[in-house]
């Protein structure tokens, strides 16, 4: 098959959702649609349980689970789909914000008794970021949820993109009947089973046909009708063009664990999902279809076997074709990389692959060469870019406890923050090492790994501190006197990096106000 045809295959998206709005239930419907499991309950919920939260053992046996189910590619209708896994918990966000870089679209469930829920609003922004397009499910309507209409101005207002329904809900909870395709025209009546795998669908050009009303009953059928007219009314029309472009959601409905209204959202996302798209890197933009390959790491997980150092890196392909056994260019380090062990993952399988296509996650086995954000290419020097860092919320300073470790502790640092573990800021003044999170639990997984797989020990000590925030100023004498006036609270990351250490918000709004001319930033990449 030519290049364009692969690419044209493909689509890869993740699902995003705030913990227990369905987004297991979903992906398990979604593999079982596209024929890559067989039964219900195959999928491993990522999510934490609340009675582990504090052994962290137990939370790595789980992502080392997940890893598995890391990308789970599946063909649907001749389309070849690849659905990145994200982290269930919230303390991993960091992960998650780093796999929506590699995705070209996302469909984020939203439970429609809860309805926007904050991990959702911060999973939104990201997003925001690159103008991903995003699908929106309302799921779990065979429960007694908020009025649709609500939700659709809460999903509006609280993450800040239009809507536009596709589908909409004949009744709620006990009182759910089903949805009608806006889309397609076309009624789908609602049975609860976990167990159907395909939509009953009618076809329902004018919905003044009497049928409707022997269906679903006469009152919800004149709902339905005025429903349909507000919203076709209300809302401009579907344009694929503002959804490719980030500006518009399409919404469906449905209930994930009845099977219902998914099947419906997976046809209409084979149609209007973006195929690979185009990529920034630090010198030009790369198209898909560029024979030359290229890719990005975006994320690497440890072996959880402590006698191997080994890691398996995450590389998504951008351009050209990917191929196993052939030196690549690692545009940041010294010697160029060729990889004998490239896996791709289908559903629960892994498998040896010879090669792959742009929209493709490849597992690559490395002993420590790569790191998150590197590039590799045929030969070109760029660099993707998109892949920044955000200010972690919890600080905590490193304390060595092992003088005679302390080669051992840097090196375990170094490791697990390339890793993407957490990130590592070094005061300019007395060379403080501070570790910060999004999470607590992140804390105990360093703890233990640097003892584990580097025999160093670390105690953390709490630091009050509010955000890091990367500096920057045109003039780089403006630059260099701010950092010397406020020294002691200026740090480097793992790059080098200025960082400025905020403590509080008003007084980094204060020092924000008394020097206009610096500028800071909460990502990394600016
Ligand atoms: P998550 O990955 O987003 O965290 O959510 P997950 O799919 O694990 O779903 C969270 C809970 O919501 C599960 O129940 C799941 O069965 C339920 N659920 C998912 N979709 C629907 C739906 O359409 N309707 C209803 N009523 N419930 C739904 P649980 O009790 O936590 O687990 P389980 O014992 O049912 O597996």
Known sequence: MSLPSEINKRRTFAIIAHPDAGKTTLTEKLLLFGGAIQTAGAVKSNKIDTATKSDWMEIEKQRGISVATSVMGFEYKQVKINLLDTPGHQDFAEDTYRTLTAVDSVIMVIDCVKGVEIQTEKLMEVCRMRNTPVICFINKLDR????????????????????????????????????????????????????????????????????????????????????????????????????????????????????????????????????????????????????????????????????????????????????????????????????????????????????????????????????????????????YTGIPSFSPEIFREVVNKDAMKTKQLEKGLKQLMEEGVAQLFTFDMGARKVVGTVGQLQFEVIQFRLKNEYNATVEFHPMNLYKACWISCKDKKQLDEFVRSKNRYIARDKDEKLVFMAESKSWLQMVQDNYPEIEFHFTSEF
């Open 144 to 383: 007694e949820g908020r009025d649709p209409y609500d939700l659709l101005d809460e999903v509006e207002s609280k993450l800040n993109i239009k809507v536009r329904p596709l589908s909409w809900p004949i009744g709620m909870g006990k009182g759910f009947k089903g949805v009608y395709n806006l889309f397609e025209k076309k009624l789908n009546l609602f049975t609860p089973s976990q167990r159907k795998l395909s939509d009953d669908r009618q076809v329902f050009e004018d919905l003044g046909d009497d049928r409707l009303d022997m269906l679903i009953g006469t009152s919800n059928a004149q709902q339905l009708r005025e429903d349909v007219e507000l919203i076709e009314g209300v809302y401009p029309e579907f344009e694929i063009n503002e959804y490719l472009e980030g500006k518009v959601a399409p919404v469906f409905f449905g209930s994930a664990v009845n099977n219902f209204g998914v099947n419906e959202m997976l046809d209409t996302f084979i149609q209007i999902a973006p195929i690979p798209q185009s990529r920034e890197t630090d010198v030009r933009e790369v198209s898909p279809s560029e024979a030359k390959f290229s890719g990005f790491i975006f994320k690497i997980h440890a072996n959880m076997d402590p006698n191997h150092r080994n890691r398996i890196a995450f590389l998504r392909i951008c351009s050209g074709k990917f191929e196993r056994n052939r030196p690549y260019h690692h545009v940041r380090g010294p010697k160029p990389l060729r990889f004998s062990n490239v896996t791709q993952f289908m559903a629960q399988d892994k498998e040896i692959i010879d090669e792959a296509f742009p929209g493709d996650i490849v597992g690559l086995y490395d002993t420590g060469n790569l790191k998150i954000g590197d590039t590799l290419t045929e030969g070109e020097n760029m660099v």
